[in-house]
């Protein structure tokens, strides 16, 4: 098993949701592709991969070359090709939606091309040679992958600092295990740093056992991929009651451990969002027989996608909408949520109550920004807590550029990667600039 993962984690019983492509399957979706000229799948794609490019070299059982096409757009495309939400990317604008046919199965091909290269060992790229220069990552999550695999590239020797002992960020330790499990996204953190001369040093958290003073000291750059920190949580009477849990925590624990499920007869999941969904179908995965989710506005409003959702409810959940609890109550351990009724407008409405029962309840509502940690680095400005930078990544900071959640603010993996690779090449004119 990966890097000491063990075998009977919770997320193993989970299937996978999506399934695989054979090869007489991916042949006959790859042609019905068009091959648009101006292709409005690429531009979909913040990696912009050649999509009708990798396609169609599958339609001509050119594997190892579709592969490549993809990995050198998107190093990391293995993974989206499982987690990317394509419906709302790249295969919700394929043409074939405006003419009343399906679209094109864009990640189940990215899937079928990039899962061969794995099993197939194939490797695409070569380290550059030695620049001399040597960048500092923080966080071994998708951006600084991708960020550390460009920088190879180009010749620079890189450390990544990663204060858990699993490597890959969300990518192991949050997304849903019916699109991808830990041992997968760990097996694709290897594959990436196959490139070699990438140092990974684990059990580091910057700002803490490692100041930011000493790594800008001993780097030429520094690249912040941090992420997103804990869970928000409600704070309401109850909150610290055994069974009332921050969501992307017990995603986390029952990804790389047990999460006990046995006697939980009642979830309760507080949120909207897309976390709050993947706490949904992860419960009833689970085999926790009724799952509600409390969400405080309309469904029209959910910012959850749509087609999660539709998946959620096939699969068993149930929902109060304009519902916000007030009390997690219970002796000892949560047996109920009290919720209030909100209008439209999420005003209460008076004496509108509602009590749910619930032994576990799941708080999905955000998770904390980071950006704080370098509020002390004269130069690096803030806004809502992310990392402000130039379209390539710079922050005010001379030599520091950032990418990912702690920029963004939080959106999906093949955005880390673009914005990792972005600053990657920054940082080279950089130093290249620097001399
Ligand atoms: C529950 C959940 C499910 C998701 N599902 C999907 C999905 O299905 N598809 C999708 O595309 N996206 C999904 N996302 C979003 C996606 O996972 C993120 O957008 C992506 O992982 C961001 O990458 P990142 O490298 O910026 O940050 P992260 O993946 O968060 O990695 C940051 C890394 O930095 C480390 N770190 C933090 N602080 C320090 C420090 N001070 N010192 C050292 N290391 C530090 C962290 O431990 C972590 O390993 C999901 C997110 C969540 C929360
Ligand atoms: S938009 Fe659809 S049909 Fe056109 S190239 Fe992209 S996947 Fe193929």
New binding site residues.
């Given amino acids: 098993m990966a890097d000491g993962l063990s075998r009977d984690r919770s997320e193993a019983v989970f299937g996978d949701y999506k399934g695989e492509y054979t090869k007489e399957q991916a042949t006959v979706e790859a042609n019905r592709c068009l091959f648009c000229t101006d292709a409005p799948c690429i531009k979909a794609c913040p990696t912009h991969i050649d999509i009708p490019q990798f396609i169609r070299k599958i339609a001509t059982d050119n594997v190892k070359a579709s592969a490549k096409t993809i990995f050198e757009s998107n190093i990391l495309g293995m993974s989206c090709a499982r ?3 394509v419906e709302v990317l790249c295969v919700g604008d394929c043409v074939y939606n405006h003419l009343g046919v399906p679209p094109i199965q864009i990640g189940k091909l990215q899937r079928y091309a990039t899962d061969r290269a794995f099993e197939n060992g194939w490797r695409f790229f070569e380290a550059g040679p030695d620049s001399g220069k040597h960048v500092a990552l ?7 992958l991708a960020a550390a695999h460009e920088l190879r590239r180009h010749g620079h020797r890189v450390t990544i ?4 002992r699993d490597i890959g ?3 192991t330790t ?3 295990p019916y ?1 991808m499990k830990a041992d997968r996204s760990v097996e694709e953190v290897q594959w990436v740093l196959g490139i070699g001369g990438v140092e990974i040093r684990t059990g ?4 803490e056992s490692l100041s930011l003073e000493d790594l800008e000291k001993q780097h030429d750059a520094v690249f912040v ?4 920190g804990a869970d928000t949580l409600l704070s309401v009477p109850g909150s610290t009651l055994p069974g009332v849990e921050g969501a ?1 925590d017990w ?1 986390e624990r029952m990804k790389l451990g047990k999460v006990p499920t046995e006697g939980v007869r009642h979830c309760v999941v507080v949120g909207g969002g ?2 709050a969904l ?1 706490c949904v179908r992860e419960a009833l995965g689970l085999g926790i027989p009724s799952v509600t989710m409390v969400y405080r506005g309309i469904q029209e409003k959910m910012s959850g996608y749509a087609h999660e959702w539709k998946a959620g409810q096939i699969e068993g959940a149930r929902v109060e909408w304009q519902a916000l609890p007030i009390a997690y109550e219970g002796e000892g351990r949560v047996a109920s949520v009290r919720c209030q009724r909100l209008d439209t407008e999420k005003r209460p409405v008076p004496g509108a109550e509602l009590s749910l029962p619930a032994d576990l309840v799941l708080v999905a509502i955000g998770q904390s920004k ?1 950006g704080a ?1 370098l509020a002390k680095l004269g130069g690096v400005e803030l806004a809502n807590g992310c990392v402000v930078t130039d379209e390539r990544g710079a922050t005010g900071r001379k030599g520091w550029f950032a990418g ?3 920029r963004n603010g ?7 990667a673009a914005e990792g690779k972005a600053a990657a090449l920054a940082i080279h004119d950089y130093l290249r600039a620097r001399g």
Avoid: F, H
Avoid at 138 to 144: E, Y
């Fill in positions: 987690v990317c939400p923080i966080g071994a999550g998708p951006a600084s600092y990663e204060k858990r960020g969300l990518n949050g997304v849903a699109k580091v958290t910057v700002g991929g941090v992420g997103l992307v995603i897309n976390t993947d980071l940690m990912g959640d702690c939080g959106k999906e993996v093949v955005n880390a």
